[in-house]
């Protein structure tokens, strides 16, 4: 039997890092705000204590801290005329769990989108033609600039205290620094972090090349700091363990050490672990939401009655609470029509390994957003016209650990396993550097997220359905991009290279990126997007959608930042809404 | 919306005032307001709360050298708290420890400090605490072991170790010293804890704020000593210190965790500084700087060999720390008190740092007492104590065995 709870002001659903920034925003505003998360309560000093948190087989290999299958998972298939299979073990990306979420894991790379980013649809056609745009794409500009973002990724870089070195500070170009990026009105709040011998080794070659190499902008801090909310960090060890691993020294950003400190203080604030929300309630118009039905650890289910709902779970997770609770129309690729898991996008991931001779390169003194990068093949960065790709990436030479258990970078032809294995190990292990190309993914009909006929999760509800693949522009952009990466690594100095073309079709099984976007989309038209520009539902005005769910399509860069941006972004709009409720937008 | 919803909580509440114990008296809304800041300045909650207690509830089990002692339950709930006191009774309460009866109540509720506090502010007192929801919360009162369990042996304590009567301010001194020394001596009740005891339980006058231990933590000198006490921290540091719970060189952890958090962080910065110009122009009492250990020291050598290996990581090879989250252990005052049980324990069981408004973070120190044995952490510790200009006595793993008996399983 369902029990009604007292009602809220604010019901938000997922503790990570867009839900934690609403609720300590809102709570402090004095409104009544519970949180709902479905993990456990996550915090420094209880679960990643030093002693403990550098647990490769426990973190790394058996996954404690990510969302267990058997609570939740996904089906999966390459195109519609498969059969999707469910995931039974957590391969190409992790979705994270507990308060938290996934910015307890992430390695920090914390990027602003381009500007062209944000237009690219009318950008590409504007400079090369419609014809330059991918078969089946859906590509779409987004609704919002990077002029309007600029202040909100100004503030989510200030609460985070990200490292880095400013290329374009109000339209100057600053050397050393990114002279791709967007003007930005400061620089950032921590100088950048240091490097390895192997990104020296890279700035070199790169700017031989005329190139533009820069220190990639990093959560891993470059010293202490204190953020606007009086949160504390200390500056980051190197030890390596920050991606798949809660950081234990304070030093990588996360909702722990960035926003829980000063959120647990807010008397208005409550929040309910392992709950998971399992709808979204609306009046029986549709057009209001009345506030979510939850099923606590105990297997009891709840009713919290709350005048705004606020949708801040992963962005699969987003999507998947409005199919199930019939907010908006679920996208249909034979149709073309609906909007719900339209536009699900992913990233693209190809390179080089080079391997050197007399270096040592210390790989285990690492942070995972150590690394210095180049934008000179990013966005429109670069002529597009020769190449007949929409797209590009961000240039990457980083290590971001040595870890014994799963870092032992081998040649290929290497067996895997017995002396010739150990002995190629030790021989490359101080000798290998490795420069990567993390890649845009467009939006296409066929790249969708709908709900599986098949398959039920434990509450007898229906898994998501993944239909992804990698379309042709994109495997025709990342192997470009790995010939770059080829150059790059043979102007380092590297004895022999190995090119790491995209892997095709794009498979479940090894670990590639956790950036996942799109499904609930953020636009001008409703009938391409959710949500309007200020992440409002445009169904049901009473809610918010946080989260890369909301990217038409994705850029070559790793997306939290973006969604911090997008939550202060968000934030301002939700304020607005209070004042006086309804469309924030006229459909 | 939000206001509507309040109002209703509101009106659900205000019922409660009404039954079950003494109304207080509204007109009195100033009094009250400065008796919650008097109740805040005396940290009453902190010892008449019980673990997932009601605050001022009291039940809280106060361990002492003569057995246990149950707090009292202070709201005004007539059957259980004080809701049969008048404001006479509560007086004679904080100033003479006896109850409206006449019993006599036990110095583990410090009214030899008490006693100095105006006629005034305890009216104010007891006019805030009227203002508590009754909690029925029956407390046993009489839990203390033979012979302890005689009240009437409190007669011969109060003749030979309590001084009844007011504050008297020192006509030569500031308004802000005597500000200060009235908090320190009275409400605030530092001494209970910064001042060693006797062996009948009661505070040692001739060593007035000199340190102690309580729980197995080192309680620290605050007299303005150069070596052992706050000679080397400004009025300013103190006050940053009783604000935030961090200096550059400190960072409250322990017991006085809790006294930040519920009372010195709350306190008007005035107060503050008045208790810091106490302290600092107090006088200052301690044991000599001994000489550092040899870094040639066997012991120092194996302590440094561990202290790079296990702690350098967040304190820093030069033992400088990191503000406002890994203490700086150069100049540490509490590195080198002369009781090393804060230092041991701390590595033992690991602690937390305070949370405050202005620093809400509270880092952790994790515990190390599962891979360090006693002569590896005898050595760290004594290597901490004797660096960087450090000095202090070395510690012995007796020492550490003795500390690790009883504080292990202890949670903090």
């Not at chain 1, 087989?57 to 801290?65: F, T």
């Not at chain 1, 506030?291 to 997770?317: H, I, K, N, R």
């Not at chain 2, 706050?230 to 006294?259: H, I, N």
Request: with cysteine.
């Amino acid at each position: 039997m369902v029990r009604r709870l007292q009602r809220k002001d604010v019901v938000i659903v997922g503790l990570g890092w867009t839900g934690s920034i609403l609720a300590y925003e809102l709570s402090h505003t004095g409104l009544d705000v519970v949180a709902l998360e479905r993990g456990p309560w996550r915090d420094t000093a209880a679960d990643f204590n030093i002693g403990t948190a550098p647990d490769e087989l426990r973190y790394a290999v058996r996954h404690d801290i990510f969302l267990r299958p058997k609570q939740d998972t996904l089906t999966m298939r390459n195109n519609p005329s498969q059969t999707a299979l469910p995931i039974r073990k957590w391969g190409s990306f992790l979705p994270g769990n507990g308060v938290g979420g996934a910015g307890v894991h992430w390695n920090g790379q914390t990027w602003r989108f381009l500007p062209d980013d944000f237009r690219i649809r009318s950008h590409m056609i504007e400079r090369y033609g419609e014809g330059i745009l991918p078969e089946g794409n859906q590509i779409q500009d987004w609704p919002v600039s990077y002029d309007d973002l600029e202040p909100y990724y100004d503030k989510f870089e200030r609460v985070a205290g990200i490292s880095g070195k400013a290329g374009n500070i109000k339209g100057e170009i600053h050397p050393g620094g990114n002279p791709f990026e967007g003007a930005r009105e400061h620089d950032y709040p921590t100088p950048p972090m240091k490097q390895g011998y192997q990104q020296e080794l890279f700035t070199r070659a790169a700017a031989n090349m005329g190139l533009h190499p820069f220190p990639r902008p990093s959560a891993n801090l470059s010293v202490a700091y204190t953020n606007p909310y009086g949160c504390s960090m200390a500056p980051c060890t190197f030890c390596g363990f920050c991606e798949w691993f809660g950081c234990a020294n304070y030093s990588k950003a996360s909702p722990q050490t960035c926003i829980l400190p000063a959120l647990i203080r807010e008397p208005s604030f409550e929040a309910r672990t392992e709950c998971e929300v399992t709808k979204v309630n609306l009046t029986v118009d549709g057009k209001t939401a009345t506030g979510v039905t939850y099923v606590d650890a105990q297997g009891e289910e709840w009713e919290q009655p709350a005048d705004l709902v606020l949708v801040c779970a992963y962005s699969l997770f987003n999507v998947r609470l409005l199919l199930l609770s019939g907010i908006g129309k679920p996208f249909d690729p034979a149709s073309g029509e609906g909007v719900v898991g339209r536009n699900y996008a992913y990233q693209t991931g190809s390179g080089s390994l080079g391997f050197f001779e007399n270096v040592k390169f210390n790989p285990f003194a690492a942070a995972g957003s150590t690394g210095v990068a180049l934008d000179d093949y990013n966005s429109d960065n670069f002529d597009h016209g020769p190449h007949g790709f929409v797209g590009g990436a961000s240039i990457t030479c980083a290590h971001t650990n040595g870890r014994p258990i799963r870092y032992h970078p081998t040649p290929s032809g290497t067996p895997m396993w017995g002396s010739a294995w150990k002995k190629a190990v030790r021989d490359t292990y101080q000798r290998v550097a490795s420069v990567g190309a993390q890649g845009s993914v467009m939006s296409y009909r066929n790249n969708y997220l709908d709900l599986d006929p098949t398959y039920k999760d434990a509450l007898g509800r229906p898994l998501m359905r993944m239909t992804f693949d990698y379309q042709p522009n994109e495997q025709k952009m990342a192997n470009w991009m790995a010939d770059r990466c080829d150059e790059i690594a043979k102007a380092m100095g590297a004895k022999a290279t190995q090119i790491n073309r995209l892997r095709v079709p794009w498979n479940v099984v090894p670990y590639q990126t956790t950036h996942n976007t799109g499904g609930a989309v953020m636009g001008n038209d409703p009938k391409t997007s959710v949500l309007n520009r200020y992440l409002q539902s445009w169904d049901v005005p009473n809610v918010f959608v946080m989260g890369a769910s909301a990217f038409p399509q994705n850029a070559g860069y790793n997306p939290t930042g973006t969604v911090g941006a997008l939550t202060y972004w968000g934030l301002d709009a939700i304020l607005n809404y209070l004042k006086s409720p309804g469309p924030l937008v006229q459909s | 919306m939000s206001s509507m919803l309040r109002l209703r909580h509101l009106a659900l509440l205000l019922p409660l005032f009404a039954i079950g114990g003494a109304a207080a008296d509204p007109d009195n809304y100033v009094d009250i307001v400065r008796g919650k800041a008097l109740v805040t300045a005396g940290d009453c909650v902190a010892c008449h709360t019980a673990p997932g207690g009601q605050p001022f509830a009291g039940g809280l089990a106060l361990q002492t050298p003569f057995g246990t002692i149950m707090t009292a339950n202070l709201t005004p709930d007539n059957a259980t708290g004080l809701g049969s006191w008048s404001a006479d009774d509560f007086a004679r309460a904080m100033h003479e420890g006896r109850r409206p009866g006449g019993t006599y109540l036990y110095p583990a509720f410090p009214y030899p400090y008490y006693t100095n506090v105006t006629r005034g502010d305890l009216d104010a007192i007891y006019a805030y605490l009227r203002t508590l929801p009754p909690v029925e919360n029956r407390v046993n009162r009489n839990t203390l072991p033979f012979p302890f369990n005689i009240r009437l042996s409190m007669i011969g304590w109060n003749m030979l170790f309590f001084t009844p009567g007011r504050f008297k301010a020192d006509p030569k001194r500031s308004d802000e010293f005597n500000r200060g020394a009235y908090l320190v001596e009275g409400l605030g009740h530092c001494g209970a804890c910064h001042t060693p005891f006797n062996a009948f339980g009661a505070s040692r006058n001739d060593k007035f704020l000199q340190g102690n231990q309580i729980d197995n933590w080192t309680v620290p000198n605050i007299t303005n000593d150069q070596h052992a006490g706050l000679g080397k921290w400004s009025v300013d540091e103190v006050v940053q210190y009783l604000k935030t719970g961090q200096t550059r060189t400190s960072l409250a952890s322990g017991p006085m965790k809790d006294v930040i958090e519920n009372s010195t962080s709350k306190m008007p910065d005035a107060d503050l500084k008045a208790i810091a110009v106490y302290l600092k122009e107090g006088g200052s009492a301690g044991s000599p700087a001994p000489t550092p250990l040899p870094a040639s020291d066997a012991r120092m050598q194996v302590g440094e060999a561990i202290f790079i290996d296990t702690c350098s990581a967040c304190h820093t090879r030069s033992g400088s720390g990191v503000e406002h989250m890994f203490p700086k252990l150069a100049g540490n005052v509490i590195a080198t008190q002369n009781d090393p049980s804060s230092l041991i324990r701390i590595i033992i069981a690991g602690g937390r740092a305070t949370a405050t408004d202005s620093f809400p973070t509270s880092p952790s120190m994790p515990s190390l007492g599962y891979r360090l044995g006693d002569e590896q952490i005898a050595a760290v510790v004594t290597y901490v104590r004797n660096s960087w200009g450090n000095a202090a006595s070395p510690v012995s793993a007796e020492t550490v065995r003795d500390l690790r008996t009883r504080v292990t399983g202890a949670a903090d």
